[in-house]
């Protein structure tokens, strides 16, 4: 009887075996079938040719100057070129307006390998959903961008500017030299969190580091190795390691972070009752809007919804910003003689004034040139991409079929020769009327563009206007020439080194 049993139970060990082995040779053909259909549809676009297993990944080492090797290839590659993350998956990368424009027109779903490593941090919330889910959470959310809206924004973020100034004032004394992300991040937090949320959270006046800006850094990180790393493209391999472990730990923080938020705002709003007293009593914040939206079936937004979105603006609406305001301020701090135009403008309009008005902002145009030429020469978002769902042709006749990966480096676009004079020049005068009205729309696209644009471009350029505008006031913004910044592409633009300057206060 033993015996029997004992047979039996090799048996069944062989057959879990023979069917472990089926199910890794089914793998590995769908994997070659997939390279295969891969390089066939890149026949037309010659590239850096890829390591077998590694692909190109080896070519960029993280080291700061990839993004030179990007415009490199663009020079060597016009238009467009295919890059290989591992041996099965590849994005055509396009660098030029004409085919950002064919793409960005398109309603093509964002990318499902870019965007699906996310997706367990910020959930399926309007940076990462596609189809009707997207669209009917775009229709509910744009109302929390209109102009009445974020008019009453503008105070409560100079509010957060000059309490970040008035921790520079240390700097501004000694002369020393300070890393500038870390600052701003914090004060774009504090900055979301009171605008979007109504949430005072003291986050700069806090002593330490500050548990949700550092789980933003090391998920960024996270997700950067993972995309870089294929054999993490796999949810299993990546869960089961020391780096999955980390992503889940560092997610739980997050998360934490916007329950909290949220839990107290609901805690406001449990009547009816209080929540007609809210809207008599100020104006309706993003969360709010969140809050009180309803289908077309008057169903509102699910919890997990609700959490996705909230993750999605925490991290948007102060990460990106963050980036593309320390550049700035590096940028200034680097030609001193757009500097002293820009605070010649910026002192005329405020007129004695500590504080913008919502009627400033269109008032000092120099000022938003050098903005978009700092946008222009460091986007916040260096890399977009898209998974299109149909045969897309362009201009030149080259065409790519459905499912095809297609990244969108807007650093190459920004900085391609054929379409900037001197790209890696700071030029403002690039964005005077004239000038622009003779370029190709799709050159200068920091927000993206098309129908998945970014929803909170108004937003943004309020907050590093007002950024912008109060720091050259009180400040003249110096360059460190011992520490220029290493930059690398994220999440958003990040330095390896940090970004630094020196800083002296602006004599009455």
């Excluded at 700061?64 to 238009?79: A, H, M, N, S, V």
């Excluded at 309490?163 to 979301?192: N, P, R």
């Excluded at 001197?422 to 799709?442: A, G, I, M, T, W």
Aim: glycine letters at 4%.
């Amino acid at each position: 009887m033993a015996l029997i049993e004992a047979f039996a139970s090799v048996q069944l060990h062989v057959w879990f075996a023979a069917l472990c082995l089926v199910a890794v040779v089914y793998k590995v053909a769908m994997l070659l079938e997939k390279r295969r259909v891969s390089l066939r549809n890149m026949d037309a676009f010659p590239g850096p040719p890829p390591h077998w297993l590694a692909g190109n990944v080896l070519e960029f080492k993280q080291d700061g100057k990839d993004l030179d090797r990007i415009i490199e290839l663009g020079k060597q590659y016009p238009y467009a070129f295919p890059i290989w993350f591992g041996p099965f998956v590849c994005f055509l990368q396009i660098h030029h307006p004409d085919y950002v424009k064919t793409l960005l027109s398109s309603t093509a779903p964002k990318d499902e390998y870019a965007y699906k490593f996310i997706e367990s941090w910020i959930g399926e919330g309007l940076l990462v959903s596609n189809g009707q889910k997207w669209y009917r959470h775009r229709r509910l959310l744009t109302p929390g961008f209109h102009y009445d809206i974020l008019k009453p924004y503008v105070k409560l973020m100079s509010d957060s500017t000059k309490t970040m100034l008035d921790k520079w004032e240390h700097f501004a004394k000694t002369g020393e030299s300070f890393e500038l992300f870390q600052q701003v991040s914090l004060m774009t937090l504090d900055s979301i969190m009171k605008c979007a949320f109504s949430y005072d959270s003291n986050c700069q006046t806090d002593n330490g580091t500050n548990t949700y800006i550092k789980a933003v850094y090391e998920l960024s990180d996270l997700i950067n190795l993972r995309f870089r790393t294929f054999p993490y493209h796999n949810d299993l391999i990546f869960a089961l390691s020391p780096h999955g472990f980390k992503h889940r730990k560092v997610c739980r923080v997050a998360h934490s972070h916007t329950a909290e938020v949220i839990r107290k705002r609901k805690e406001t709003l449990k009547t009816v009752k209080q929540m007609e007293q809210v809207k008599e009593k100020r104006n309706l914040d993003f969360l709010d809007i969140l809050l009180f939206a309803k289908y077309e079936n008057q169903q509102g937004l699910s919890d997990e919804d609700l959490r996705a979105e909230v993750d999605t603006f925490m991290f948007e609406g102060h990460d990106t910003t963050a980036s593309g305001m320390s550049f700035i301020l590096y940028s200034l701090a680097c030609h001193p003689e757009h500097q002293r135009i820009c605070r010649n403008e910026i002192m005329e309009v405020l007129d004695g004034k500590d504080t913008m008005d919502w009627e400033d902002l269109n008032k000092i145009p120099y000022t938003t040139m050098c903005i978009k030429e700092s946008l222009r020469l460091y986007p916040p978002v260096p890399v977009i991409s898209r998974t299109i769902t149909k045969p897309v042709t362009f201009f030149d006749g080259r065409s790519v079929p459905e499912g095809s990966h297609i990244g969108v480096s807007v650093y190459g676009i920004h900085r391609n020769a054929t379409v900037w004079e001197n790209p890696d020049v700071f030029d403002p005068l690039r964005f005077l009327p004239e000038n622009v009205s003779k370029r190709c729309p799709h050159a200068f696209v920091p927000f993206a563009a098309g129908p998945r644009n970014c929803i909170g471009q108004n937003f943004a350029m309020n907050e590093m206007k007002i950024a912008t505008a109060l720091t050259l006031k009180k400040y003249e913004l110096i360059e460190d020439p011992t520490r220029k910044p290493k930059i690398i592409p994220k999440l958003v633009l990040r330095s390896i080194n940090g970004i630094h300057i020196k800083i002296k206060p602006i004599e009455p």
